[in-house]
């Protein structure tokens, strides 16, 4: 079964600072990655996608990383803002329409 | 656009009793999900299906029904609660099956 891991549970920054969360799964075999926000009582927001032919993705101040072989992701944020407070999840795609999650990481940017 | 709605957003249960959730996505996408999130575990995958009249059981199927009549709705059935299936509920939809994940809002249900 695939195992997704995020490494730290909780992160505190401050302003301004740039950051990186980190998601490992065990299984390479994969279609793609996706990483999401979920602020408190919220649904989950999309942020980014990545195929599995792909190393990496860009959104405004973020970019996610991918390396199959050693099922690993990164998503880097720069210029952290206070905005940014919410927890991150990443979910690995193996097809057969399910996601498989991590428990995310809980980010807090201090002014 | 509104993207994937679900109703209601609260809802508490006494044990036994049945209920639906509802779940409606205007994108004109084939794939649709139920997952459920419980603390200090990530997401899991309840039922999906990938079209109108096709559903099939993810991971944790047990005392939930599902049902595809139309490609728009996708409603999730309790048929009778237990204090288990106290969690928070997400429905999802996708294009296809490598697709970009949409999630809604989320039911926040409890079973005393």
């Known amino acids: 079964k695939q195992e997704v891991t995020q490494i730290p549970a909780a992160l505190s920054v401050p302003e301004g600072e740039n950051l990186v969360l980190n998601c490992s799964f065990t299984?390479?075999?994969?279609?793609?990655l996706q990483w999401f926000r979920q602020d408190p009582g919220k649904g989950l927001t999309s942020l980014l996608l990545i195929q599995s032919s792909q190393r990496e993705q860009t959104s405004g101040r973020l970019n996610a990383s991918l390396d199959k072989s050693s099922g690993r992701s990164t998503l880097y944020i720069a210029a952290s803002q206070p905005g940014d407070s919410a927890t991150y999840l990443c979910?690995?795609?193996?097809?057969?329409?399910?996601?498989?999650f991590g428990t995310g990481t809980r980010l807090t940017v201090i002014p | 656009n509104a993207g994937v709605t679900q109703t209601p957003k609260f809802q508490v249960l006494k044990t036994g009793q049945s209920m639906t959730l509802q779940c409606a996505q205007d994108?004109?996408?084939?794939?649709m999900s139920w997952y459920r999130q419980d603390p200090g575990m990530g997401l899991r995958l309840i039922h999906y299906?990938?079209?109108?009249?096709?559903?099939d059981q993810g991971e944790v199927p047990n005392g939930y029904n599902v049902s595809r009549s139309t490609t728009e709705d996708f409603p999730l059935r309790l048929l009778s609660a237990a204090p288990s299936q106290t969690s928070v509920y997400f429905c999802?939809?996708?294009?296809?099956?490598?697709?970009?994940?949409?999630f809604g809002q989320g039911t926040r249900l409890t079973v005393v």
């Open positions: 299984d390479s075999a994969i279609y793609n």
């Open positions: 994108m004109n996408h084939e794939y």
């Open positions: 979910a690995v795609d193996r097809g057969a329409n399910n996601l498989f």
């Open positions: 299906s990938v079209g109108a009249g096709i559903t």
């Open positions: 999802a939809s996708r294009p296809d099956t490598r697709g970009e994940a949409f």
